[in-house]
């Protein structure tokens, strides 16, 4: 199967600078990949997620970048603020939704 | 619009009784439904998934075991629990074809 991993475990932003959270694969296998952002006690939330045929995704804040050559997804944030603190999530998603998350990375915004 | 529910949202339970955990979804029809686990620091692991009424597909050998007695009702189950049960449990669901899921705020089970 696929397994889907993060390079850093932990990431230390100010705040108004751009985060960067790394995620590499090793199996291509999935049609989608995603980003999820979890808070402390809660449910993973969708943040935005990337087709397996595309390279690059932006949405409000957020830019997804996918290397099929390095397999090697991306999550950027621009303007990091402290609602961003949070454990983010890549996963792979196949034809039925099923999703094989990473380990996660603990994302600190400091003033 | 479509809303989740999961409860409860803490349980502590002794090891060898039963589990019940349920989850409903409204708004939506014939969701496919998932759940997860995910022990403490970790990423979540895929336990069960359902695309219909009665129709479970199991994604690793465990303990537990999953219903959908109903299009929007996903049941865990587990008839003795083991202190390696112990994690947080989401359900999820998708629509079909899509790949966007929505999780519950999660169970924290924990068996002592």
């Known amino acids: 199967g696929e397994s889907v991993g993060l390079h850093l475990p932990t990431l230390s932003v100010q705040e108004g600078d751009n985060s960067i959270i790394n995620c590499a694969y090793s199996?291509?296998?999935?049609?989608?990949f995603i980003w999820y952002k979890q808070e402390s006690g809660k449910g993973p939330q969708f943040i935005i997620d990337?087709?397996?045929?595309?390279d690059k995704r932006q949405g409000q804040r957020v830019t997804v970048l996918l290397n099929k050559t390095v397999k090697h997804l991306s999550l950027q944030i621009a303007a990091t603020q402290p609602g961003d603190s949070a454990v983010y999530f890549c996963?792979?998603?196949?034809?039925?939704?099923?999703?094989?998350f990473g380990a996660g990375t603990q994302v600190v915004v400091t003033p | 619009s479509q809303t989740i529910h999961q409860w409860p949202a803490t349980l502590v339970q002794p090891v060898g009784s039963p589990l019940s955990l349920e989850c409903t979804v409204e708004?939506?029809?014939?969701?496919?439904l998932y759940w997860y686990r995910q022990a403490a620091g970790r990423g979540l692991q895929l336990l069960f998934y359902?695309?219909?009424?009665?129709?479970i597909s199991s994604e690793v050998p465990q303990n537990l075991s999953a219903s959908r007695p109903q299009d929007r009702q996903f049941i865990l189950s587990s008839k003795k629990l083991l202190l390696s049960d112990s994690g947080f449990y989401l359900c999820?669901?998708?629509?079909?074809?899509?790949?966007?899921?929505?999780f519950g705020q999660g169970t924290r089970l924990t068996v002592v």
């Open positions: 359902s695309v219909g009424i009665g129709q």
């Open positions: 199996n291509s296998a999935s049609d989608y």
């Open positions: 990337i087709r397996s045929n595309m």
């Open positions: 996963a792979g998603a196949d034809s039925w939704g099923k999703l094989q």
């Open positions: 708004g939506t029809s014939n969701p496919n």
């Open positions: 999820a669901w998708s629509k079909q074809g899509r790949t966007e899921a929505f």
